[in-house]
């Protein structure tokens, strides 16, 4: 069955870098558009980045445009968020998501916090 694991989360203070992972499996996971979502306490989850499945193309989200970057490796079935110059505002928890023969699939999080 199709599913997503994300893992790379953690504890890191202001300024510093984490790169998160998602591994994929239970799909062609070449086909398909992936992305990450945040979602911070007390807030609604959010669209931070996203990558096609053809020409690799990239969104972002305005508040992490210039600091984060998403990526994909075919060949591993994962795709990558690197963050870098994180802000406490970034803290929160990362999901995965992609959308598969008309459903969508998500992971089950991993935490970041951005704290001194």
């Known amino acids: 069955q199709v599913q997503v694991v994300e893992s790379g989360g953690g504890l890191v203070q202001p300024g510093g870098s984490l790169r998160l992972s998602c591994a994929a499996s239970?799909?062609?996971?070449?086909?398909?558009?992936m992305s990450w979502y945040r979602q911070a306490p007390g807030k609604e989850r959010e669209l931070v980045a996203a990558?096609?499945?053809?020409?690799?193309?990239?969104m972002y989200a305005d508040s992490v445009k210039g600091r984060f970057t998403i990526s994909r490796d075919n060949a591993k079935n994962t795709v990558y968020l690197q963050m870098n110059s994180l802000k406490p505002e970034d803290t929160g928890v990362y999901y995965c998501?992609?959308?598969?023969?008309?459903?969508?699939?998500w992971g089950q999080g991993t935490q970041v916090t951005v704290s001194s």
């Open positions: 998501k992609t959308n598969v023969w008309g459903r969508t699939y």
């Open positions: 990558v096609t499945s053809t020409d690799g193309s990239t």
């Open positions: 239970g799909f062609t996971f070449s086909f398909y558009a």
